[in-house]
T-cell receptor, first 108, second 116 residues
């Protein structure tokens, strides 16, 4: 079964950039990589999705190297409200594989 | 517009009882997903529906778990003879097209199940 690995936690301060890297072995040719954000007692919420190279939206950037064996979510200038758990997701034959989640704590 | 809704929001049951958890997806979404999230843990994928059909049920933890979807809309996750290890938050998500890897999933608030 495909495995998705990401760091357990990361600490940061307001205004800093946070980068979270997810490793995904055996990623399939048709797999996209998606990142979700989850606050306590809520369902996850979509942040960004990509296939290769770099994708940017109003919230984050996603960097995926040519071999696609990893992806890096970049949160620019974080604020206290960005404190949450961040998950990366890749799909594989209907067996979706979420990472275990990275708890990002932003301090003032 | 309305998002994904789940009911009940909380369910407390006794060990050995059966429970049914309901998910109402966003109107028009063809794909529906069930996940389990144990306390302090990540998301465990359980099952995916494309329309009323589930291509692969091997993600369900045991034969006590079953799921169905009718009319391409509402889905029910049933847990028979509940055990304490079934205690968790059960999350449902839906997506528009159903290509599992590329589709944005919209999650409901979850049902918190407690088995005493």
């Amino acid at each position: 079964l495909a495995k998705t690995t990401q760091p357990i936690s990361m600490d940061s301060y307001e205004g800093q950039e946070v980068n979270i890297t997810c490793s995904h072995n055996n990623i399939a040719t048709n797999d996209y990589i998606t990142w979700y954000q989850q606050f306590p007692s809520q369902g996850p919420r979509f942040i960004i999705q990509g296939y290769k190279t770099k994708v940017t939206n109003e919230v984050a950037s996603l960097f995926i190297p040519a071999d696609r064996k990893s992806s890096t979510l970049s949160l620019p200038r974080v604020s206290l409200s960005d404190t949450a758990v961040y998950y990366c997701l890749r799909g594989n034959d209907y067996k979706l594989s979420f990472g275990a989640g990275t708890t990002v704590t932003v301090r003032a | 517009g309305a998002g994904v809704s789940q009911s009940p929001s909380n369910k407390v049951t006794e060990k050995g009882k059966d429970v049914e958890l309901r998910c109402d997806p966003i109107s028009g979404h063809t794909a529906l997903y069930w996940y389990r999230q144990s306390l302090g843990q990540g998301l465990e994928f359980l099952i995916y529906f494309q329309g009323n059909s589930a291509p692969d049920k091997s993600g369900l933890p045991s034969d006590r778990f079953s799921a169905e979807r009718t009319g391409g809309s509402v889905s029910t996750l049933t847990i028979q003879r509940t055990q304490q290890e079934d205690s968790a938050v059960y999350l449902c998500a839906s997506s528009l097209a159903g290509w599992v890897s590329a589709d944005t999933q919209y999650f409901g608030p979850g049902t918190r199940l407690t088995v005493l």
